[in-house]
């Protein structure tokens, strides 16, 4: 089985920047498409970012394109999400989630609370 621990949350000020990281457990992360989610309060999680197993594609919310980078570091079984030009509506608990390639998500992190105050 796969483990993730996310890391890098905390509070911001608006138009600051945050750079999350999430750490795999196991042999397996480079076959995984990773992704980032997030759930503010009273909010259903929403999709942020995925990333391909090799890099080469990686999909966005409208809502943070052209802000957050997602990337990975397979040598460390890391993924990492750099945000910059963060709003207060970003603020909510962001989750690493990972999937074997062709199925959901079915491996998640514990979350990490995001804040951005205005």
């Known amino acids: 089985q796969v483990q993730l621990v996310e890391s890098g949350g905390g509070l911001v000020q608006a138009g600051g920047s945050l750079r999350l990281s999430c750490v795999a457990s196991g042999r397996t992360f480079g076959s995984l498409v990773m992704g980032w989610f997030r759930q503010a309060p009273g909010k259903e999680r929403e999709f942020v970012a995925a990333?391909?197993?090799?890099?080469?594609?990686?999909p966005y919310a409208d809502s943070v394109k052209g802000r957050f980078t997602i990337s990975r570091d397979n040598a460390k079984n890391t993924v990492y999400l750099q945000m910059n030009s963060l709003k207060p509506e970003d603020t909510a608990v962001y989750y690493c989630?990972?999937?074997?390639?062709?199925?959901?998500?079915?491996?998640w992190g514990q979350g990490t609370q995001v804040t951005v105050s205005s």
């Open positions: 990333i391909s197993q090799s890099g080469s594609n990686t």
């Open positions: 989630a990972g999937a074997n390639p062709g199925r959901s998500y079915n491996y």
